[in-house]
């Protein structure tokens, strides 16, 4: 397509046409006007005669993702250049915010006499989960390779040096990132919740019912990996490095409480004690919410560095895939294909574990509501494919309201408050996976798992879940932290990269369910749901 001054509008509208054929939100439709508009209008005045002066237009589509591609002839002009400038007279500072907003999404390059911008409309979903599936095919592949044609010598060199080196680097970055993301994720949680709880008897009955939920599917959790894995797995405890197999002691029920307070603020985060950090946090959180309109300016630092932890630990995960490809390397070399086994049992066992979530959210709605809970059931698993591509419980919140809404009744207001609120304390599916993988190690490395441990692995498992940051890799910091509290050695969380995608997308379905459930629960409870909706096809 050309654009110029006079097919200006046409142009724009065949970009919407084309988009929406892809079946993107009518946000990055507006988004890629903005930016086509502002791109166009830089690279005219760069060419020196905006009357005359056109460029071509094309999207491109890539394993799901979109962009759009100007070609412009003429001399070399850098249209992202003012980004970087600052000059609050310029008078199209509106259109430089704009730019300066999607920085990130705009590129430029100078090929064979022409200007070339590039812009990303849209990110596909499963793209991460494809780069983690071609890590593991990579992986697997290489290792196996290597061990038929490398000697016994070399490969103790590539698994140590490599593929263990590697490994270490990642879970040092991600130990790095945890302490502090934790703390102000808390905090900035507290803080926003301090809002919702002003609500009042609505608000309190919420996190209530959420919290019982969230408690019982972490009982189930353990029940099910003490059923399910009771010799545990072989091939699992193989693949766990003979330096790393200091199996320590965990904690008793009493010194994991007498000890959640720290000698000193230092302490928690040097000790990487994350059950001290989350107390500190806490506490932190309702002193601010105490002193009010006077803690403004805290509230607003709180913001920035929740935002900018996030960002860190999105750039750590994004080497996830390379990380995977290591890990797979390193099982093929020491184990071979019996720990390809074991993680496909976690990973039927896990799919099998959220498809009780949604039958006990089910059983929790008719419970509570004394409604029948066919009509729940078949709506969510009508719904389930949404969180399960997304792999995002955030991301799923448009649909989720649109669903409870809609196709269960829900009162729109109620949802449009329960939702987001009530997802938080509603990581049902993470906290049984959790559970279940804490047992399954326990089991496979000779862990004993009496009363009292037993105990200790389920509070600390639903005290992670109800902190647990909604990001990529929460599940990892989860394990972790309920490893080190059960005396598992925490390297053993490596051993589930390669499969955390994809369980990460069952999990999803485990804890958006939950989160629906929840408002069908407080939504019965204030007569709030139509029940011609609920019960329509």
Request: aromatic share 8%; hydrophobic share 50%.
């Amino acid at each position: 397509m050309v654009l110029s001054n006079s097919t200006f509008t046409e142009t724009m509208g065949w970009l919407e046409q084309e988009l929406s054929k892809a079946k993107i939100s009518q946000k990055e439709i507006l988004t890629a006007q903005l930016l086509l508009e502002e791109t166009f209008l830089r690279l005219s005045k760069g060419a020196g005669d905006p009357a005359d002066f056109s460029v071509t237009v094309t999207l491109h589509r890539r394993f799901g993702d979109i962009s759009m591609r100007l070609e412009s002839l003429g001399e070399q002009y850098n249209p992202l250049v003012e980004m970087t400038e600052v000059n609050e007279e310029k008078e199209d500072a509106y259109g430089l915010a704009i730019l300066k907003a999607h920085r990130e999404e705009v590129g430029y390059s100078r090929k064979n006499g022409k200007n070339l911008v590039s812009i990303r409309i849209h990110k596909s979903a499963s793209k991460d989960f494809r780069n983690t599936v071609i890590g593991i095919a990579l992986g697997i592949v290489c290792g196996l390779l290597l061990k038929e044609t490398v000697s016994a010598d070399a490969l103790e060199q590539i698994n140590v040096t490599l593929a263990g080196s590697a490994l270490r680097m990642f879970m040092n970055a991600l130990s790095m990132t945890i302490g502090p993301m934790i703390f102000i994720s808390v905090i900035a949680g507290i803080t926003h919740m301090s809002n919702a709880t002003d609500v009042g008897r609505i608000g309190g009955k919420l996190i209530m019912l959420s919290l019982v939920k969230l408690f019982v599917c972490t009982v189930l959790g353990v029940v099910f990996g003490l059923l399910f894995f009771s010799d545990g797995l072989s091939g699992l405890a193989a693949a766990v490095p003979q330096q790393d197999m200091d199996v320590k002691p965990g904690l008793s029920l009493l010194d994991m409480i007498t000890g959640i307070i720290p000698a000193n603020l230092i302490q928690p985060f040097a000790t990487g004690n994350v059950l001290q950090m989350l107390f500190l946090a806490c506490f932190f959180g309702i002193i601010v919410n105490r002193a009010g309109e006077r803690a403004n300016v805290v509230k607003e630092l709180i913001e920035f560095f929740n935002f900018f932890f996030m960002d860190v630990m999105n750039v750590v995960v994004k080497f996830i895939p390379l990380v995977v490809f290591c890990s797979m390397v390193q099982l093929m070399l020491t184990t071979g294909t019996d720990a390809l086994l074991s993680l496909g049992i976690v990973l039927a066992a896990n799919a099998f574990g959220m498809a009780l979530i949604v039958l006990a959210s089910g059983l929790f709605v008719t419970l509570a509501g004394k409604i029948s809970p066919v009509p729940f059931l078949k709506k969510a698993l009508t719904f389930a494919p949404i969180p399960f591509s997304l792999n995002s419980s955030n991301a799923c919140i448009p649909m989720t309201l649109k669903l409870c809404a809609e196709k269960l009744g829900v009162d729109s207001r109620l949802a449009m408050f329960s939702i987001p609120v009530g997802l938080q304390f509603n990581m049902n599916g993470s906290s049984f996976y959790t559970a279940m993988i804490a047992v399954l190690m326990a089991r496979s490395l000779g862990v004993g798992l009496n009363l009292n441990t037993l105990v200790t692995l389920t509070v600390s498992t639903f005290l992670v879940s109800v902190t647990m940051a909604g990001c990529p890799g929460s599940a990892i910091i989860g394990l972790s932290t309920v490893f080190e509290a059960v005396g598992i050695p925490t390297a053993a969380v490596a051993l589930f990269l390669p499969i955390d995608s994809p369980v990460g997308m069952f999990r999803t379905v485990g804890n958006v369910t939950s989160d629906v459930a929840s408002t069908m629960m407080l939504a019965c409870s204030e007569k709030q749901v139509d029940k011609e909706t609920y019960t329509a096809e």
